[in-house]
Nanobody, 122 residues
Framework: VQLQASGGGSVQAGGSLRLSCAAS????????MGWFRQTPGKARESVAR???????NYADSVKDRFTISRDNANNMIYLQMNSLKPEDTAVYYC?????????????????WGQGTQVTVSS
């Protein structure tokens, strides 16, 4: 499985960016997919995700500003980020949790993109 993220950059507060993630090599069930972010010295946090039931979850800090979407036909996921704030500055990672269904115990694996830097200046 490979995830290739793109679309990061530098913007001023109030601006917008759109992140893209191209997924390839996925041959099993996708349990979860979405975007995380991380700043130096802090744990990686979930920003927005699709659950295996198709619902979307957003971190409280980005609700009403960020929108996650996907193109299943082309194995793409996107993150539209509007009204960006300096505290959104981070490295953003796309993530997929893949489940291989087996007879006794399913095999679950997490995959990460390489990360793309988002910098928001005040």
């Amino acid at each position: 499985v490979q995830l290739q993220a793109s679309g990061g950059g530098s913007v001023q507060a109030g601006g917008s960016l759109r992140l893209s993630c191209a997924a390839s090599g996925i041959r099993h069930v996708i349990d979860d997919m979405g975007w995380f972010r991380q700043t130096p010295g802090k744990a990686r946090e979930s920003v927005a995700r699709f659950t295996k039931t198709g619902t979307t979850n957003y971190a409280d800090s980005v609700k009403d500003r960020f929108t996650i979407s996907r193109d299943n036909a082309n194995n793409m996921i996107y993150l539209q980020m509007n009204s960006l704030k300096p505290e959104d500055t981070a490295v953003y990672y796309c993530h997929v949790k893949v489940r291989e269904v087996r007879a006794i115990l399913d095999d679950i694996a997490d995959y990460w993109g390489q990360g793309t830097q988002v910098t928001v200046s005040s």
